[in-house]
């Protein structure tokens, strides 16, 4: 099984994904100009569509030629404010502003489609951006369909995504009026971390992990539920799944590891972290989790490292966690870890592994 996923590491390109659906505003999702008339309407079933993609997980935001105050203050008379992450309200090129958005979003982008009612706008975002999915609102009524649209499934995670996203916000204003160490202001923030045995009703969101996560990924494969499942259930495999919470709310499932497990030898086959918390020194704890069931089950322990332009900061972590090279055939390298140094667990996380 895991030979033919090792044949189709570039099946993630078959299956783009889309994260977040940027908006035009004047003529796309409303009917009129603002500037030139505030009497604007709401295009037909917009409301729905909005809706129904918060719900399915996929984030918004909004990329509009118009002043910020009088957009801010029509969004919230329609009800429609909290839907949109990082507005880009501004007289910046659409180009720029998406951009901007991927950046605060922290997400790639070719995971973002782009509605707009005027060709112009479109061909110039198409033509600085290839990479995004640019959409002419004619086609609006279409959009739920779409297969990029459509995740396989809707997980818990999906349905409260915007919402750790607005979380999220939170914890950086606070980081930024905090005065003090990073360790410090991490420790106010009451971390918790749990590693477990993957359950059948985490399967879905492994799946969606797989498929979504690009950056921190070590490897690139992806894996059906059905196989993930498999994985699950096989003596010879271990699949781990990590969860995230903190004072302000839930990250949810954040963290994927498989492992092959042979009696002498066990091999990372895939180990991701969820962008969302790069920044909260949580991903070496898995790495130094497996290392420790390593070193209990007295086996040797390597991984596989697949490289591509995005996910350098992973290999970065094998480095930094003891794993050397042993080999490197181009793009794909096999790295080991002698197994003679756990790092402590950071003190301002509360961690836990299950069985």
């Known amino acids: 099984m895991i030979s033919i996923k090792e044949q189709d590491i570039n099946s993630k390109q078959d299956k783009k994904v889309i994260k977040c659906v940027v ?21 037909e079933s917009i409301v729905n569509i909005i809706q129904t993609l918060d719900n399915r997980g996929i984030l918004q935001s909004i990329a509009s030629k118009n002043e910020r105050a009088t957009v801010i203050a029509k969004l919230e008379e329609f009800g429609l404010k909290e839907y949109f992450l990082y507005p880009q309200i501004n007289w910046n090129s659409k180009a720029a502003s998406i951009k901007e958005v991927a950046k605060l979003l922290n997400i790639g982008i070719d995971a ?3 509605i707009d009612d005027q060709l112009f706008e479109l061909e110039e975002v198409k033509f600085s951006l290839p990479e995004i999915l640019c959409i002419n609102v004619d086609e609006i009524e279409n959009i739920l369909d779409m297969p990029v649209m459509n995740p396989r499934f809707i997980t818990e995670d999906s349905r409260i995504r915007r919402l750790m996203y607005i979380s999220d916000m939170e914890r950086q204003n606070a980081e930024k009026e905090f005065i003090g160490a990073a360790d410090e202001f991490l420790a106010t923030l009451k971390m918790k971390f749990i590693i477990s045995s993957a359950k059948e009703e985490d399967l879905q969101r492994a799946e969606e992990l797989t498929l979504r996560t690009n950056q921190l990924n070590t490897t690139g494969y ?13 003596e010879n495999h271990k699949l781990l799944i990590a969860s995230l919470e903190d004072k302000y709310g839930t990250y949810g499932k954040i963290g994927l590891a498989l492992l092959e497990c042979e009696t002498e030898i066990w091999k990372i086959k895939l180990l991701l972290m969820s962008c969302r918390v790069m920044s909260r020194g949580v991903g070496i704890i898995m790495l ?4 420790s069931l390593a070193q209990n089950n007295n086996v040797r322990l390597v991984a596989e490292f697949i490289s591509n332009d995005r996910n350098r900061m992973m290999y970065i972590s094998y480095k930094f966690a003891g794993f050397k090279e042993i080999e490197n055939n181009g793009g794909s390298i096999i790295l080991e870890n002698d197994l003679s140094r756990i790092q402590p667990i950071p003190p301002y996380v509360d961690f836990q592994a299950i069985a």
């Open 112 to 114: 973002i489609a782009f």
């Open 23 to 43: 908006w035009d505003l004047d003529n796309t999702i409303w009917h009129g100009i603002l500037l030139e008339d505030e009497k604007v309407s709401l295009r």
């Open 222 to 234: 992806t894996y059906s539920y059905d196989e993930l499942n498999h994985f699950r259930s096989s």
């Open 288 to 291: 130094n989790h497996i290392i």
